[in-house]
Nanobody
Framework: QVQLVESGGGLVQAGGSLRLSCAAS????????MGWFRQAPGKEREFVAA????????DYADSVKGRFTISRDSAKNTVYLQMSSLKPEDTAVYCC????????????????????WGQGTQVTVSS
């Protein structure tokens, strides 16, 4: 019902910035909470950020607070992850995901909260 396609990944130097985009298709995009996860080689997938259905609530992993900003544009059916002050440890494949419940009470921080996933985009931060 929802298809997600990430873009904007690439190679950036430490301290730099990058904006990831996740384009969603589907008539009910505006009712879904959206999240970003990342997975580095040899590590488990970890939560990065989430935004509720109307964009009024956001949540971030401690490791990215103050550096990353999640946002959404309902007119474009797109969610963004603005990343700044990037560190080498931010290197990972970044995936966006859709959560049909829209974030009812607590922020969706876990893989099992989400029903739909994009294919991922590689972000590499060099020293």
């Amino acid at each position: 019902q929802v298809q997600l396609v990430e873009s904007g990944g690439g190679l950036v130097q430490a301290g730099g910035s990058l904006r990831l985009s996740c384009a969603a298709s589907g008539r009910t995009f505006s009712t879904y909470a959206m999240g970003w996860f990342r997975q580095a080689p040899g590590k488990e997938r970890e939560f990065v950020a989430a935004i509720n259905w109307n964009g009024h609530s956001t949540d971030y992993a401690d490791s990215v607070k103050g550096r990353f900003t999640i946002s959404r544009d309902s007119a474009k059916n797109t969610v963004y992850l603005q990343m700044s002050s990037l560190k080498p440890e931010d290197t990972a494949v970044y995936c966006c995901a859709a959560e049909p419940q829209g974030w009812a009470s607590k922020p969706p921080r876990y893989d099992y909260d989400y029903d739909y996933w994009g294919q991922g985009t590689q972000v590499t931060v060099s020293s």
